[in-house]
């Protein structure tokens, strides 16, 4: 959700009544440090700040989150240094991490987690191998310690239901909010979301596993098709000993390199990264962020009541 959860989106989240969490990327500290206190103006409730792991500056952010008193960070892209955790930590804030297995899980409890984030491979962008519904099952029975949120593929209130009575503290969402109104996604960016199916958001494809890809969910364009043609491109240099396989990877890892943006802000989402989870096909039509959240509170509620009063349903 780089350049598509920022102020905006994510302060009408916040006062919709859903906790908004800024995507930080790549930015700088002065550059979040910015993002958080053009966020504060706009909504006076709680939301969150996520940074990812692998960051140069990652000290520095967290110390920028906790000057700006941002309650909550959440730690993406790997798994975090404890000491990364200790510091968010020290500072007063709950911290938040993702969790691909059990015994991933189980780690953060150790490290000091205050709350854990189970994300299935139908999520857009970054993802694992393996599906949101087993990923649930696997984890909610077996972390009590702390609260665990579920992501991936959730696009409706009756998934959130579901999710909830199998354990879950929450869900997370991202593509259904895309195409919110206050979202500052390029009108074209929006568009290839309302014409887009569950099928149309794949995931990229590695050619050689020599040369490994981390698998990134969007929607299929002339980017992607062309990414697959560049990796033999570069493959073959190799093998033809122009370059060497440090070199060769290092060009298939800057293939995207400002792709997100291109799309997302540009409007190219020809050759731009389109990233969208699957939930993708139940997004139909651009909407305020209070409509979106209103909605699936509807559905969660009436499958509550259906659950409830079982003539309800059939009716």
């Known amino acids: 959700m780089s350049w598509v ?9 916040s006062n919709s009544g859903g906790f908004g969490v800024i995507a930080c990327g790549s930015m700088g500290p002065d550059r979040l440090a910015e993002e958080i206190g053009a966020t504060q103006e706009r909504t006076d409730r709680p939301f969150g700040v996520n940074l990812i792991t692998m960051h140069p500056e990652l000290d520095a952010l967290i110390d920028v989150c906790a000057r700006r008193a941002v309650g909550h960070v959440v ?25 691909p297995t059990v015994a991933f899980a189980r780690k953060l409890v150790r490290s000091g987690a205050d709350a854990l984030i189970v994300e299935g491979t139908e999520a857009g962008g970054h993802i694992g191998p393996v599906a949101t519904s087993v990923l649930a099952q696997e984890i909610l029975p077996a ?13 409706r209130g009756e998934a959130i239901v579901a999710l909830l009575e199998m354990g879950a503290a929450g869900v997370q969402l991202g593509t259904r909010f895309v195409c ?27 050619v050689d596993p ?12 002339a980017g992607t098709r062309r990414f697959v043609e560049f990796q033999h491109e570069v493959i073959g240099r190799f ?7 440090k070199e060769a990877q290092l060009e298939i890892e800057h293939f995207w ?19 969208a ?24 509620v009436a499958a509550l009541d259906a659950r409830a009063d079982p003539a309800q349903a059939v009716g």
């Open 5 to 13: 959860s920022e102020r905006h989106l994510v302060s009408a989240i």
């Open 75 to 99: 730690l993406a892209g790997g798994l975090p240094p404890v000491a990364a955790v200790r510091r968010a930590r020290d500072h007063g804030m709950k911290v938040m991490c993702f969790a």
């Open 143 to 155: 972390i009590s310690q702390v609260p665990v949120f579920v992501a991936g593929g959730i696009g």
């Open 180 to 206: 919110a109104t206050e979202s500052i996604a390029h009108p074209a960016f929006k568009a290839a979301f309302l014409r887009a199916s569950a099928r149309d958001a794949v995931a990229s494809v590695q």
């Open 210 to 221: 020599a040369f490994p890809v981390i698998p990134v969910r969007a929607l299929a364009n």
């Open 239 to 245: 093998r033809e000993g122009a370059i060497d396989q």
């Open 257 to 275: 390199n400002g792709a997100l943006r291109r799309a997302v802000i540009d409007g190219d989402v020809e050759n731009g990264s389109v990233m």
């Open 277 to 300: 989870g699957q939930s993708v096909g139940m997004v139909t039509r651009v909407e305020p962020t209070a409509d979106i959240i209103a909605e699936l509170v509807a559905q969660a």
